[in-house]
């Protein structure tokens, strides 16, 4: 079945740039998105790109997709202490009730 | 724009005990809903998702059991729990035709 995975931990300091990396396996995945949890919370919806996308910007979140390699990146500038988080790669098809198949969540750490 | 109620926020319940845990949406008609479970780790874990009234898939065996009285009402339920029930229940719903998902609040549910 489809997997997602992500790496654990990210640590960065105040003002850095932080970029959290998620790769998956299915090919047919036609919508792929970005979560963001903080502690005891449900997850926020931050952006998500379309399969047809190469990129999209929003403010201050970069999400990059390399189709070819099955490869997401989020990239978040000036990288502030609020966006301490868990930041979850989900992605999904039209197929099955649009259900998301979530990674494992980044827990990014930013350090004043 | 949707917004998706869940209660309780927080359950301590008793193992061997009956649980209905609750999801109503608001802002929309017709949603595709889900319910997913974050345990002690960081995955989610889809449990079940619903594309209509009465109409329920089950990703994985367990149990729990998930019922759709209404259009937008989404109910959770066992009836005896087990410890390993204890997480963090997330409900989620899409409507129809856009493609993408948003969360409840979550209910923390501990099973003693």
């Known amino acids: 079945g489809e997997d997602v995975e992500q790496s654990l931990f990210l640590s960065v300091r105040e003002g850095d740039s932080s970029v959290i990396n998620c790769t998956y396996t299915?090919?047919?995945?036609?919508?792929l998105y970005w979560y963001k949890q903080e502690p005891g919370a449900g997850l926020q919806l931050l952006t998500y790109?379309?399969?047809?996308?190469d990129m999209k910007q929003d403010q201050r979140l970069t999400v990059l997709l390399n189709k070819k390699d099955k490869h997401l990146s989020l990239r978040i500038a000036d990288t502030q202490t609020g966006d301490s988080a868990i930041y979850f790669c989900?992605?999904?098809?039209?197929?099955?009730?649009?259900?998301?198949?979530f990674g494992q969540g980044t827990e990014l750490s930013v350090k004043p | 724009s949707q917004t998706i109620h869940q209660w309780p926020a927080t359950l301590v319940q008793p193992v061997g005990s009956p649980l209905s845990l609750e999801c109503t949406v608001e802002?929309?008609?017709?949603?595709?809903l889900y319910w997913y479970r974050q345990a002690a780790g960081r995955g989610l874990q889809l449990l079940f998702y619903?594309?209509?009234?009465?109409?329920i898939s089950s990703e994985v065996p367990q149990n729990l059991s998930a019922s759709r009285p209404q259009d937008r009402q989404f109910i959770l339920s066992s009836k005896k729990l087990l410890l390993s029930d204890s997480g963090f229940y997330l409900c989620?719903?899409?409507?129809?035709?856009?493609?993408?998902?948003?969360f409840g609040p979550g209910t923390r549910l501990t099973v003693l």
């Open positions: 989900a992605v999904g098809s039209y197929n099955q009730g649009g259900k998301l198949i």
């Open positions: 299915d090919s047919s995945s036609t919508y």
């Open positions: 790109i379309f399969s047809n996308m």
């Open positions: 802002g929309t008609s017709n949603p595709n």
């Open positions: 619903s594309v209509g009234i009465g109409q």
């Open positions: 989620a719903g899409r409507t129809s035709g856009t493609d993408t998902q948003y």
